[in-house]
């Protein structure tokens, strides 16, 4: 069964910062890895996808790293802003479905 | 608007009344995916659907649980006979090959 976990589960940076947040996954066998933005009490934005195939993508001030064999990703946030607070979600498509973890939730401090 | 909407936002009912909410996906996506997010969780799968066909349904969509798809358009979820446990945020998202998009959601409160 496939279990996706993210840690930190909350991280707190000063404005400026550079940060990286980590997605672990058990089972090799995807499809493609998304990262995703979620505001309180709203739906998910789409930040990237990454493809089984591919090593990375950029996106702005966001990069993100897949390394299937080791079950990882990760999500690089550069010069973070007090706007980029959120919750992160990373999720594995497995079958069509996406199989999320619990999410990291970022407090960027002015 | 060209993104994913769902209907109603926010649904407060009381416990043993049904419901049911409304997803109309970003029009030319062929799948239609439910997925349920309790308070500091990430998102459980639901169902899914491929045009009208429901291809997979998690072993959480219990018999109280149901969803169409006609003519492979928008999707209904009905809940019947609702319980506090089903208090949750209901997110649809479509897809047309490989990056889900989400909707806004619908908040349901069960007293």
């Known amino acids: 069964k496939q279990e996706v976990t993210q840690i930190p589960a909350a991280l707190s940076v000063p404005e400026g910062e550079n940060l990286v947040l980590n997605c672990s996954f058990t089972?090799?066998?995807?499809?493609?890895l998304q990262w995703f933005r979620q505001d309180p009490g709203k739906g998910l934005t789409s930040l990237l996808l990454i493809q089984s195939s591919q090593r990375e993508q950029t996106s702005g001030r966001l990069n993100a790293s897949l390394d299937k064999s080791s079950g990882r990703s990760t999500l690089y946030i550069a010069a973070s802003q007090p706007g980029d607070s959120a919750t992160y979600l990373c999720?594995?498509?497995?079958?069509?479905?996406?199989?999320f973890g619990q999410g990291t939730t970022l407090q960027v401090k002015p | 608007d060209t993104g994913v909407s769902q209907d109603p936002r926010h649904k407060i009912t009381k416990r043993g009344q049904n419901v049911t909410f409304r997803c109309d996906p970003i029009s030319e996506h062929n799948r239609l995916y439910w997925y349920r997010q309790t308070l500091g969780q990430g998102p459980e799968f639901l169902t899914y659907f491929q045009n009208e066909a429901q291809l997979e349904k998690s072993r959480l969509l219990s018999d109280r649980f149901s969803a169409e798809r006609p003519k492979g358009s928008f999707s209904t979820l009905e809940i019947q006979r609702t319980e506090q446990g089903d208090s949750a945020m209901y997110l649809c998202?479509?897809?047309?090959?490989?990056?889900?998009?989400f909707g806004p959601g619908t908040r349901l409160t069960v007293l």
């Open positions: 998202a479509s897809s047309s090959q490989n990056e889900q998009f």
């Open positions: 999720a594995v498509c497995n079958t069509g479905k996406l199989i």
């Open positions: 089972d090799s066998a995807i499809y493609n």
